[in-house]
């Protein structure tokens, strides 16, 4: 079984592209663990600490900001029928061992949007052995979840799931109700993604509204249970790292910009 072309769309970034956005990774990903304002988060892996997801990654790197705002919002525009305003940004990275993401819905987990369509494109091969996405069609509404906010065993237990197995720039569209997972990485190689939403841009949902709100979910939610998480969902399956070094309100990271300007010069 494969999934439809209007999900998945092949050759995304030529191979120019595909290049500078593993550069631009491999150079976001050796960030300091907490230096990042809006999340830089590490697990433990059996190979020990390693980082696996950076939030509001285009706040701090122009690269990465040029692919969100340009073809990427083209693509999301297509797919919602309307003009595409991002609001949210993240890489997901996840080396030999790295943990999956339990099946959940994008719309739960970003407070107050309406509707929502997230592209992600393959950083690095994504294959059902190194963790790829797992998609099940044909849902429109909200599904039962449970006390994480991630889809009930016995609702998962009913549905199709299909993976969407990609090569390095191509990409996957996610609508906002369609139930999604990912396994841990069995393989010895890295799958790292950058994943980037949109909404329509007549509703007005815009990236610092969400992330203010995404900081009040996640603080609230840690405050009942204890637990530190790295989503407004606690649908990541992995052994999270806390740091102790606290993000400063801004971007630190200069070097990583100045390199990406003087690659345009």
């Excluded at 690269?63 to 029928?81: F, I, K, P, Q, T």
């Excluded at 091969?125 to 996405?133: H, I, P, T």
Aim: aromatic letters at 6%.
């Amino acid at each position: 079984m494969t999934l439809s072309d209007t999900a998945v769309r092949r050759r995304v970034l030529d191979a120019t592209l595909v290049e500078a956005l593993q550069r631009w990774v491999t150079e976001i990903e050796a960030w300091p663990a907490g230096s990042h304002v809006w999340g830089h988060y590490a697990e433990q892996t059996p190979a020990g600490t390693a980082i696996c997801r950076t939030e509001n990654v285009s706040a701090c790197h122009p690269g990465v900001a040029s692919l969100v705002d340009d073809g990427l919002r083209a693509l999301a525009a297509d797919e919602l029928g309307e003009p595409a305003a991002a609001f949210k940004d993240k890489l997901n990275y996840k080396q030999a061992g790295g943990a999956g993401f339990s099946p959940h819905q994008d719309r739960l987990a970003y407070p107050g949007v309406d509707r929502v369509v997230s592209v992600l494109v393959a950083v690095d091969a994504c294959s059902a052995e190194s963790g790829c996405l797992w998609l099940a069609d044909g849902v429109e509404e909200p599904l039962p979840t449970d006390e994480r906010g991630v889809v009930r065993a016995d609702t998962v237990a009913g549905l199709r799931w299909t993976p969407a197995e990609l090569a390095p720039g191509d990409a996957v569209c996610i609508d906002g109700l369609t139930p999604h997972y990912s396994e841990a990485n069995r393989s010895d190689r890295p799958r790292r993604v950058l994943v980037a939403s949109y909404s329509p841009a007549s509703e007005g949902y815009g990236r610092d509204g969400y992330y203010a709100a995404r900081q009040a979910e996640m603080a609230s939610a840690s405050a009942r249970d204890g637990h530190f998480r790295i989503s407004t969902l606690a649908d990541f399956e992995g052994a999270e790292v806390a740091t102790a070094v606290q993000a400063v309100e801004h971007c630190t990271h200069a070097v990583a910009s100045q390199e990406h300007r003087s690659e345009k010069e």
